[in-house]
């Protein structure tokens, strides 16, 4: 649905060349809740803005249903940004104006019929659960029930494409919460894809099945959002990830584990759907002359499937720890060693 191919957007500031954007490749699909993550500065707006042409890119093209929208004549441009919606940080709202005529504007834009504005306003207000703030004005709004107008306003065309730029970043956490429980509502009952750009993993982890990484104008790393999740490659990745998902071993305990003068190991497994109630350390016990202590673990879950992450320490002889390694191997766990 939305083709990023070999994108780079190089700006001209106080004439110096700054590139935003470095050969980024993404392809994200329709249904998909596409996440982009990255600190400010790394180019992910930039990115976002590329799909409704607001930004154009000094080279690669973006395929917006298979057309180079770079490409196409303004009338036809035009066209296709109707089916493009966009979610602001702030809002963006008109304060002059009461919710009800904001959510309307697109559509008097558009030159449509007055009573079928007011239909789709109404079906509107009802959808976001505002319908008792139709006469309200922006100012009196919390920054909740702002953003709802916004999203509100951004699906009055019937769009295909969702574009979140920071939607949630001026929220707190609960707020937060319910306008994610609204994008995912709007992803799974309008059929429509959702592209979202934030700093904030707990967005990502949340409602994306799909996630790319950005640093300094690149890409670094992207995929489903449970390979990123359980395995990051990338030390910025990491960084994000273990935000959300707790994957070291605390202080305290390690003190404790180097006072321990048996001969050990550390290994940390990683389990995922199903395989997290297979009974692993009883069938290590029961089939290795070793012992195991628990000295860690957290369980999380994406995308409706369980993440556990489990710090064993593994004592007995160095062939036995082996055997416990090649068991681990045989059944294709996701393991490493961690040293203390």
Partial sequence: MIDFIDISKTFTIKKQQVAALQHVSLKVNAGDIFGVIGFSGAGKSTLLR???ALETPTSGRIEVDGQDINKLPFSQLRQVRKRIGMVFQQFNLLNSKTVYDNIAIPLLLNRVDPK???LRVLELLDFVE???KRNAYPTQLSGGQKQRVGIARALATNPSILLCDEAT????PETTDSILRLLEKINQELNITILIVTHEIHVIQRICNKVAVMEHGKVIEHGSVLEVF????QPMSKKFVQTVIADKIPASIIQVLQQDVRNYKIFMI????ENVNDNILYHINKAFDVETNIVFASVNELQQTVLGIFMVQVIGSNAEIQDVIDYLEQHQLNWQEVIV
Avoid: E, H, K, Y
Wanted: with cysteine; net charge negative; charged share 20%.
């Fill in 270 to 273: 990683r389990f995922l759907g």
């Fill in 50 to 52: 590329m799909v409704n």
């Fill in 169 to 172: 970043s001026a929220l707190d």
């Fill in 130 to 132: 505002l319908t008792d």
């Fill in 230 to 233: 359980c395995n990051p490659q």
């Fill in 116 to 118: 079928d504005i007011q």
